[in-house]
């Protein structure tokens, strides 16, 4: 779960800019995309494929 907590001084516009920096990290808009429809063999080859990809870079 993605929690962010607001400083004292710090505005809410701020705060909203780094809890949508923490979901997009965490990838959440991307499950909800995923599931938001049926996804083809084909679709999620590719999906898996570019997931390898990006953990081979990053490792």
């Not at 907590?5 to 959440?28: M, Y």
């Amino acid at each position: 779960m993605t929690q962010v907590t607001v400083g004292e001084n710090e505005g809410i516009e701020s705060a909203l800019r780094r809890f949508r920096r923490e979901v997009s990290k965490a990838g959440i808009f991307a499950d909800m995309k995923r599931l938001r429809h049926f996804e083809t063999p084909q679709e999620k080859r590719k999906r898996k494929a570019i997931a390898r990809r990006r953990k081979k870079r990053f490792s």
